[in-house]
């Protein structure tokens, strides 16, 4: 008969083999392991060390190339735009950096810029839109009619538009007497600020998007309501362009998504996605003076864009050249 004592030895042995198991298993594994894992951790250092190398020489090529293009800006652009007055539409979000930079390119060109219109983050909220429409309605002048189906920002387009654009050479830089309390007027409400005197009309107008998609259930809206006004301002002039990040041309609730999106307001309007690279400027200019010829086009590297640039227009040899 098997006793207790049995039982409790054989409960030891039993123990005693599992710690041995253990113990010559784990001092067998141990060093294969190890080695391993130092040849893997090896692996990743020397991979992200390489990783690096290429960011900062692909950085500093990035900044050599803008050092470049910027030092041959004003050589490039010169008297691309001479003649012409250019207003400024800032949008809310959008960034100072880009359009001081571009600002700079513009003058350069030869363009006279008349002023800027700082949108407030007030204009695109959708529960003003109501507010906007009363405006527009009140402020526009006495023979301007609005079609049966415009929206609130539509007809804000065109009244602005009215007040800050002309398609007259001639009336460029001269205030429009029957908009005279326009830009008063919303500015009143909230809805904009004046710097310089937009007043003076101007024959081409460039508005920077938002920096960052718009978000919510009133994305689109809010993105439809700035592309509205794009548009208004492209009709009174005689072109517009809407520039900002690449990244308002790739995602939902994007302004320059929204525009390329409207089959019938991208023929009319060009985009361009590269305001933050020192070529990217040039690339406005370009826009602008394709839009002075009547075609429009949309640059850049984000979703949407035809090219990089438009096609520059190549000087005709003089005969003498030609000859030799």
């Known amino acids: 008969m098997i006793d207790f004592r049995y039982h409790l030895v054989s409960i030891v042995a039993i123990f005693l083999a599992l710690a041995v198991g253990i113990v010559m298993g784990t001092t067998l594994l141990q060093s294969p392991a190890i080695e391993l894992a130092r040849r893997t951790s090896d692996q990743m250092t020397k991979d992200n060390t390489g990783l690096r190398a290429e960011i900062d020489a ?14 041959l800006t004003p050589q490039r652009v010169a008297g691309a735009l001479t003649g012409q007055h250019v207003v400024l539409i ?6 100072t950096t880009y359009r001081e930079a571009e600002q700079q390119v513009l003058a350069q060109a030869g363009a006279l ?17 109501g507010v906007v429409d009363g405006l527009a309605n009140s402020l526009k002048p006495d023979d301007m009619t609005f079609p049966a189906a415009a929206t ?17 050479p001639a009336q460029a830089s001269t205030a429009n007497p029957a908009t005279g309390a326009v830009l008063g ?13 937009p007043s003076k009309r101007a024959t081409l107008a460039v508005m920077f998007a938002p920096e960052k998609p718009f978000e919510g ?17 492209d009709a009174g002039g005689k072109g517009s362009v809407l ?34 690279m020192p070529a990217g400027r ?30 520059v227009p190549t000087a005709t040899p003089s005969p003498t050249q030609s000859g030799s």
């Open 58 to 71: 692909l950085r500093g090529r990035e900044a050599g190339n803008d050092s470049f293009v910027t030092a």
């Open 90 to 95: 800032e949008s809310p979000g959008s960034s």
């Open 113 to 129: 810029v008349t002023g800027r219109v700082v949108l407030s983050e007030k204009f695109v909220d959708a529960k003003q839109s």
């Open 152 to 168: 609130a920002y539509q007809k804000a387009g065109a009244v602005l538009a009215a007040t800050v654009m002309t398609t007259d």
């Open 185 to 197: 007027g919303f500015e009143e409400g909230g809805f904009l600020s004046v710097e310089g005197d």
């Open 217 to 233: 259930e009133n994305a689109d809206a809010q993105a439809d309501a700035l592309v509205s006004l794009v548009s208004g301002l």
């Open 243 to 276: 520039t900002g990040s690449a990244a308002t041309a790739t995602a939902s609730g994007g302004v320059i998504n929204a525009l390329r999106d409207e089959g019938e307001i991208a023929k009319r309007v060009s985009t361009v996605d590269t305001p933050d």
């Open 282 to 311: 040039i690339v406005i200019v370009d826009a602008l003076r394709e839009q002075l010829s009547g075609r429009a086009g949309h640059y850049g590297i984000g979703t949407g864009a035809a090219s990089f640039q438009p096609a």
